[in-house]
């Protein structure tokens, strides 16, 4: 519903809520649903200066505004899988998708209390939610709010020009530093050692090139080998 309200920058900052997911969009056109009160579903329309207006920094606020609201409700540490997927011990709980026009609309589906069965009947073996790795019940209102006010503190630091925490924090979020990696860009592969992250670029090094860096924005897919 974001999407309807870019073209004016008096909506800057405006959240919009829904209670169930009949047909939602992720990455690449895929197809996903939600039914209520399962799940947090948010888009965060934002008008953000140029120096953020970078999908790398968008999708790394969102994603790790969702990893440290994860951690305050369920105490545990959530992993960032690229570019836009939030996982906890291997199971992904949440999707991230940005669309920039003269707005930028940044949508997050965080799976609150879909059983471990649920998935299995939709056969999606990877499928996780807080209530999974917890056994509770949450409050999608609770969560929500939480993941909002993380959202705030986090784009406030961006605003002040602190880029340098949430980037810390992005690298760290991935847990691939030093690992043999292959990052698969538009027009080839490559495999290497991952000496670096950070929104200038991803360094590998590769053996028979030395270190190469990669602007974020360039990079589909990253996976350890």
Known sequence: MAASLPHDAANDGIVVLAREQTAGRGQHGRHWECPPDMGVLLSVLLFPPPALRRPA????????????????????????????????????????????????????????NQSAESFATAGLALGGSLRVFTGQMGNCD????????????????????????????????????????????????????????????LCLERAEEGNVVFRPEMVKHLVEV
């Open 57 to 112: 920094v968008l999708t790394a606020w969102a994603a790790v505004s969702v990893c440290e609201a994860i951690l305050r409700v369920t105490g545990l540490q959530a992993r960032i899988k690229w570019p836009n997927d939030v996982y906890v011990r291997g199971r992904k709980v949440c999707g991230i998708l940005i669309e920039q026009g003269k707005g930028t609309a940044i949508g997050i589906g965080l799976n609150v």
């Open 142 to 201: 609770e969560v929500a709010k939480l993941l909002i006010d993380q959202l705030d503190e986090e784009y406030e630091r961006l605003n002040h020009g602190d880029l340098g925490t949430l980037e810390a924090c992005w690298k760290w979020r991935f847990g691939l530093l030093g690992k043999q990696v292959v990052l698969e860009c538009v027009d080839a592969r490559y495999e290497g050692r991952l000496v670096d992250m950070a929104f200038d670029g």
